[in-house]
């Protein structure tokens, strides 16, 4: 029997990423390879690339030029880019890096297999289409491998809401929902192997509208037709858009068992002129009555958003709209980012901030975000909530795992194994963590 190929990717950038990933990996399981955490050790290298941020490409071909000497050692070597890069940049790629056998955009995973054989083969492989066929029914999970406690699951993909700044709808294209037969199936699959805890996944994750009995499912159908499967304990969904909270989403938030108190709501901007020069058609009012419906239905909801500060033209009366919708609301978490110009989006022919104007903008919106999020956790002390364990952590016979509102918690208790859901009663509130006692 000949040895295994040893598969080694390197993930970039979002969940959606790493949902990713983990599927592309049981693609080429079928192929021979088995996973390896070492680059040096690998048969195939591939990169699963983020075009979000501001030189992602560049540092892609920095990560690929250190694989040279690795290549250089072993001539058979495979060296692949996939992800939101690989789909922007396309051939281009090979061209600037000949190290690189196989191009793979996002939406072609399924078709791995084959390209994996054309390199194998001796050849170069790139796809970069946008094909009809459905890539999940494709990619099907190899069954019954034993999985962490909680789980990835992506029901819709691509974005069609085209935000000044973001390139997504570029990189991945259209909104496609998943049908909602196939998610269910997958998410019974995963609680097999026991998953208890599963989060949506979707670039607009709010806005799905799979089909499925009886017609379209919106994402509370989905939610309360996964609340039905015994073992799931908990479900979680992200990233969601203000314009696609309807009714029924507000109503899951206040009544379904499984679904956590926890919302990832991006804003972008306080502002109604930056929000109406980044399209984003929601003003800085109806974000915050999307909050308070939210309150309403769940009053311990936690919140997190993003923030984007120095897009162009954005003066400092605009940031200050910005510090304070931040006040108004009241954050559990905060992504904040700098504005960075992405080539072939409308803001990138802008005139821009100077950058040492959106430095002191971001230092002074993560100080703010930097308090709320400590309130939140110190709110948290005396109170009882629920932890899903996940693994040891750093000190002897302590276990570490995510509350209910996915504050990192930690226990220090005898007979508790990963996976396991539990009361605990918070007692401390560190920097970056909270300390509890089971009750
Ligand atoms: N510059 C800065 N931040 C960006 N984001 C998306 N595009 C850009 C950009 N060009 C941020 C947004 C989005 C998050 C995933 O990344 O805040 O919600
Ligand atoms: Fe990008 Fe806007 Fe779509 Fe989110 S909603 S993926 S920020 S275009």
């Known amino acids: 029997m000949t040895a295994p190929k040893k598969l080694y990717i390197k993930t970039y950038g979002c969940q959606m990423n790493v ?9 080429l399981g079928g192929q021979g390879y088995v996973p390896t955490d070492r680059a040096d050790d690998a048969d195939m290298i591939l990169l699963n690339t ?39 940049e396309g051939e281009e790629i090979m061209r600037r890096q000949p190290l690189v056998d196989l191009v793979v955009g996002p939406q072609s995973y399924h078709r791995l297999p084959a390209l994996e054989a054309k390199t194998r083969a001796g ?21 019954k491998a034993a999985r962490g406690p909680t789980a990835f699951l992506t029901v819709q993909e691509g974005c069609d809401k085209f935000c000044a700044f973001c390139v997504v ?22 609680v097999e192997r026991g998953v208890r805890e599963i989060t949506l996944l979707g670039q607009n994750v709010n806005a799905y509208h799979g089909a499925g009995a009886g017609g379209d499912w919106s994402l509370a159908r989905l939610i309360w037709a996964l609340n039905d499967i015994d073992g799931l304990e908990r479900i979680r969904f992200t990233t969601s858009h203000p314009n696609d909270m309807t ?85 559990g978490y905060a992504y904040t980012f700098k504005y960075s110009t992405r080539p072939g989006t409308p803001a990138a022919e802008r005139v821009q901030v100077p950058e040492d104007v959106k430095d002191d903008r971001l230092q002074r919106l993560q100080a703010l975000i930097t308090r709320q999020q400590r309130a939140a956790q110190d709110a948290m ?59």
């Not at 990933?21 to 049981?26: P, Q």
């Not at 040279?68 to 692949?80: N, T, Y």
């Not at 709808?169 to 995963?190: F, H, K, M, N």
């Not at 750093?394 to 859901?421: C, E, F, I, N, Y």
């Open 50 to 88: 983020c075009h979000i941020r501001e030189k992602a490409a560049e540092k892609v071909y920095s990560e690929l030029g250190r694989y040279k000497s690795l290549k250089a050692d072993k001539p058979d070597l495979k060296i692949g880019v996939a992800g939101c890069v690989a789909q922007a």
């Open 169 to 190: 709808p570029y990189t991945r294209g259209a909104e496609v929902s998943r049908p909602a037969d196939r998610i269910l199936t997958e998410a019974r699959d995963l």
């Open 19 to 27: 949902y990713d990933s983990e599927r592309m990996a049981e693609a």
């Open 381 to 439: 002390v005396g109170q009882e909530v629920g932890v899903l364990f996940e693994k040891p952590g750093r000190l002897v016979g302590q276990m570490v795992g995510k509350s209910d509102h996915l504050h990192a918690v930690h226990v220090t208790a005898k007979g508790v194994s990963p996976g396991d859901l539990r009361q605990v009663k918070i007692v401390e509130s560190g920097a970056n963590s909270l300390a509890g006692v089971l009750v």
């Open 247 to 331: 009714d029924d989403l507000y109503e899951v938030h206040g009544t379904c068992p499984k679904l956590m108190p926890y919302l990832h709501l991006p804003v972008q901007s306080g502002s109604d002129r930056i929000l109406k020069r980044m399209n984003r058609s929601h003003t800085a009012e109806s974000y915050l009555r999307c909050i308070e419906r939210l309150r309403a239905a769940r009053p311990d909801i936690l919140l997190s958003g993003d923030f984007i500060v120095g897009f162009p033209e954005e003066t400092e009366a605009d940031f200050q709209a910005t510090l304070d919708l931040i006040e108004a609301v009241g954050y």
């Open 123 to 143: 050849e170069k492989a790139l796809d970069t289409d946008f094909p009809e066929d459905d890539k999940f029914e494709a990619l099907k999970r190899r069954p």
